[in-house]
Each structure stands twice: as C-alpha cells, then as structure tokens.
C-alpha cells in the first residue's frame, strides 16, 4: 500500500516514524520548504519530534499537496482540525477518486462544522467505505521513545480497517479495530474539551479526587451525547451496543486527561491560572484542539439536545467569558 501524509506536525511525524519503521516508503507533504529542505540534510523534523531520525530515503518530501495526492494510494490526513479546509480546498473535486483515506484528526471542522468524513463526502464525492479513522490514547512524544501504545482503526468494513491496521502494528504499536466510525471521531472531539476542563481544574488547586469524580462524569456525558446523536441518525440499535470503556473511548479520555504531553490540558491549566484565551494560545506552540471543539460541539447540541452540562459550561469559560472559577463551582453541583 502506497502511503502519503498530509501533515507535519508531531502526530504527522510520529506516523511517518510508525511506517517508514515498518519499512514503508512514504510521499510526505510539508507546506515548508525550510523543513523540507533541514529533514533532507539534518534526517529529522526541526519543529516536532526532533529526536526522530529518519531513513531519508523512505521519504519523498514535496511542498505541493496535489503532488502528494496524486502519488499516494491511501492518504493519512493529520493536521489540525481548524486549517483542514484550508489545506485541502485547493485539490480538484475528483482528487481523491479510487483514494483511501485515513483521517488522523482530533476536532470538527470549524469552518463548516463537519467531521472530516461529512466534508469529503461534500466536497470530494468521498465515500464513507473508502474512510478509516486512526484514534486512540497515543501522544506522538510516546510514539516517538517508541513505548508501548495502542491504535484504534475504525472503518464501516472492519475487515478492511484490519488490512490497513496491519502496516501500522509493530514492537511499539499495537492495533484494535471496530466499525463505530462516527462515533470515534466525537469521542475524540469530547476528550479534548474535557481535557481543557481537566487543566483548568488544576489551575484552579482541584486536587486528584475531584479530577477522578470529573473524569467519571464526564465519560457517562460523552456516551450520552453519542448515543443521543445516533438516535438522531437512526442507529440506535447498534450504537447500544458500543462498549464505551475500551482504549479509543474511555482510554483516550483518561490520558488527555492526566498527562502532561495533553496540550488541551496545558493549554485549559493556563486558563485556570488567570490567563485569557489569546495569551494561552500565544505561548502555546501548538493547536489544542478542545477550544474550537467546544464551540462546534455547542452548535452540534442545539440540534441534538443532548444532556451535557461540562461542555456546556466549558464552552462558556472559553467563548462567552464565565469566569474560570464560577464555571466550576457550577460544575461542582452537576457531579455525582
């Protein structure tokens, strides 16, 4: 299989250590020609990752998105949610024509506020077949020490989300497949605002206990507002049927909860320490995705009713300036 990443980030570039380990051969978009130009000469990403060292020679880097498109047989999508579309509006409508793609993102689109699958299916005719999806509880930092991690691959045909998991596993990745495409995706969405919420906790001296009382509920809100989206989608059935505490639903939640490698949960402790949402993202080197989650999410919920009180009051913190204490003190008496 002929792969190519659209991305240069750090979970961009732990992948193309996953595969390129694996002895794969990859096309590798990099917007930068300076980054391309240092990982041909140095072997190494200079911006993320930069312990990972590279065979240069399972590389081909290429500034031009169409370039890497077209050479590619399956496309791994693995930048930030908030520049997708912008990166990918400049591709001819039939650019991914006879393409798989896996989608590496954590966040609804903001500009549209669609998962990444709803928008190809509108823009590039892309079926949900030809979509996977590569989730679970995996900071690229840990990809990068090669310690041990689990990748979930979701695809409507389990049987082929199994084929595509196969060039990923290795001494360091293990692989799960399931066929809940959709919601992986918004439990992923959902972890990283709870994780904002978790750091803004701890910037406001909540201890371990009440983080473990948070977590829990925000894991039994997270399956409420899947199940209540199916409902929407008339899916019920199956849906009922999802096991929530398994690594890509619950065991995601809980590392971006608790580790220190979270940029949601740095990016909330900054909150919570008194700083506005625009001093947080100047010092912040990278996307935390729970920030325009929540405010996709809250225009999601207006049609979907769910019950979601922390989202809820997260979002309200970030986007219409409650402040961060009175937040919780409103989250304090919804916790059981």
């Not at 380990?21 to 917007?31: A, L, S, V, Y």
């Not at 393409?99 to 699958?117: F, T």
């Not at 928008?119 to 090669?146: M, Q, R, W």
């Not at 096991?243 to 580790?259: E, F, K, P, W």
Request: proline letters at 2%; hydrophobic letters at 40%.
């Amino acid at each position: 299989m002929n792969f190519g990443i659209i991305g240069s980030g750090s979970w961009a570039t732990a992948i193309a250590k996953i595969l390129t380990d694996n002895g794969n051969t990859i096309n590798w978009f990099i917007r930068n020609d300076k980054t391309i130009a240092h990982i041909k000469h140095r072997k190494h990403n200079p911006q993320y990752l930069s312990q990972v060292y590279f065979n240069t020679d399972q590389l081909l880097l290429s500034s031009s998105i169409e370039e890497v498109v077209k050479n590619s047989e399956t496309l791994i999508i693995a930048i930030p949610s908030a520049y997708a579309e912008e990166a990918l509006k400049i591709l001819p409508r039939a650019a991914f024509n006879g393409k798989k793609i896996i989608s590496a993102i954590k966040g609804i689109l903001p500009g549209s506020n669609q998962l990444l699958n709803e928008y190809l299916k509108e823009k590039f005719d892309v079926e949900l077949n030809n979509y996977f999806t590569i989730l679970g509880p995996c900071h690229a930092e840990e990809v990068a020490s090669e310690k041990l991690s689990y990748l979930t691959f979701s695809g409507v045909d389990e049987n082929e989300a199994k084929q595509v998991s196969s060039f990923f596993k290795n001494d360091y990745i293990n692989v799960v497949t399931n066929t809940d495409v959709v919601g992986v995706q918004y439990a992923a969405i959902l972890k990283n605002i709870y994780a904002l919420g978790a750091g803004i906790a701890h910037g406001l001296e909540y201890g371990d206990n009440f983080l473990s009382v948070y977590i829990a509920n925000c894991a039994h809100e997270l399956g409420v507002f899947i199940k209540q989206l199916m409902w929407d989608e008339n899916d019920t059935t199956e849906q009922n049927l999802v096991n929530y505490a398994t690594s890509v639903y619950l065991g995601d939640l809980l590392v971006t909860c608790y580790s220190l490698y979270s940029r949601n949960r740095t990016f909330g402790n900054m909150i919570g320490k008194g700083y506005s949402v625009k001093a947080a993202q100047l010092e912040m080197n990278m996307v935390a995705e729970g920030y325009y989650a929540s405010k996709c999410v809250h225009k999601t919920n207006q049609i979907v009713k769910a019950q979601i009180p922390v989202v809820q009051t997260i979002y309200e913190i970030l986007w219409e300036h409650l402040p961060a204490e009175e937040g919780f003190k409103k989250i304090e008496t919804l916790l059981r």
